[in-house]
């Protein structure tokens, strides 16, 4: 077995899980739907917005907000989720619907 097949499958099996998408299942394709540059820049944004927020909270919780962490924190929040999106997931996920296409 391919080492991206296994990949493939791993990466799958863990997005196909409903944790994994909270609070924002709606952006779930289907296994056979292709994951497309909209649709991730759409879940950058909403992941990305999140773990800002979260990030955010904790920081005044724990009294150590500061702006320029605040500034860097919200750019490696959106940067980071956008590369992963783009770079893994959408790879992967296209892999596995281009084999579910090709069996239909």
Not at 12 to 32: M, T, V
Not at 38 to 65: E, H, P, Q, R, S
Not at 73 to 86: E, Q
Request: proline letters at 4%.
């Amino acid at each position: 077995m391919k080492i991206l097949n296994v990949l493939a499958l791993f990466h799958n099996w863990l997005s196909d899980k409903d944790f994994i998408w909270w609070p924002f299942s709606f952006l779930r394709p289907e296994p056979k739907e292709y994951l497309t540059f909209k649709l991730t820049f759409l879940m950058t944004a909403c992941f990305g917005g999140l773990a800002f927020m979260m990030f955010m909270i904790f920081a005044v919780v724990n009294n150590a907000f500061y702006f320029n962490s605040a500034v860097s924190t919200f750019f490696m929040c959106f940067f980071g989720f956008f590369i992963w999106f783009n770079l893994v997931t959408k790879p992967l996920w296209n892999h596995r619907a281009r084999e579910i296409n090709s069996q239909v």
